[in-house]
Each structure stands twice: as structure tokens, then as C-alpha cells.
């Protein structure tokens, strides 16, 4: 049973940063890609960032130079640290991670609310 789960959400104030943490059953290496997304209320969700087992990071245009994905020595936690958030920013951020036979899972997100 692949598990994925989410922490680190919460309010911030405009210009402030997090840091969310997705902690994956197995190690990293089990999967071809685990990527970051976000849903903001009445939108279709998005993807944010990706990290594979080799190759660069990837990044959605809209959070280039402001969010980084990393993993932890691990290899069982991923990370997205977004500084200079803004209000758009605001939604709910999922993890999600896909396996080499095209098997996909997700966690259950994690509210994120950019808000003065």
C-alpha cells in the first residue's frame, strides 16, 4: 500500500514563504516521478513541480525562482519550499508519485492560504 502524506500548510502573509513535506512510502527510486500540484477552488489542479531519479528539477512557469523542489538523503521525503508567495498561490497542494508502469498516487494535500 503506497502511502503519501502531506504537512507543512497553513496562513501566510503575502511575501512570506513555507515549506510542505511529503513523506512517500519506499524509497524514491521506486518511482519515475513524484511531483507537487495544487487545486485553488474552482479550478482544475495544476502541477507545480516534478523531481525524478536523474535530471533537473521542474518547474511551472508560475513559481520558477520562487519554489524549489528538493528530497531529503533518505530518499523518502520530498520537499517544496516556496518563498515570495503571493495570494494566487493560495490552494490546496498535493503530492503525488508515479511508477515506472504508469501507476499514480496521491496524498490528501494540504491547505495553503497566501492572505493579509
Known amino acids: 500500500q503506497v502511502q503519501l502524506v502531506e504537512s507543512g500548510g497553513g496562513l501566510v502573509q503575502p511575501g512570506g514563504s513555507l515549506r510542505l513535506s511529503c513523506a512517500i512510502s519506499g524509497s524514491l527510486f521506486r518511482y519515475d516521478a513524484v511531483s507537487w500540484y495544487r487545486q485553488a477552488p474552482g479550478n482544475q489542479r495544476e502541477s507545480v513541480a516534478a523531481?525524478?531519479?536523474?535530471?533537473?528539477?521542474w518547474y511551472a512557469d508560475g513559481v520558477k525562482g520562487r519554489f524549489t523542489m528538493s528530497r531529503n538523503d533518505g530518499m523518502d521525503t520530498v520537499y517544496l519550499q516556496m518563498n515570495s508567495l503571493k495570494p494566487e498561490d493560495t490552494a490546496v497542494y498535493y503530492c503525488k508519485a508515479r511508477e515506472q508502469n504508469g501507476s499514480e498516487y496521491w496524498g490528501q494535500g494540504t491547505q495553503v492560504t497566501v492572505s493579509s
Open positions: 523531481i525524478f531519479p536523474t535530471g533537473p528539477t
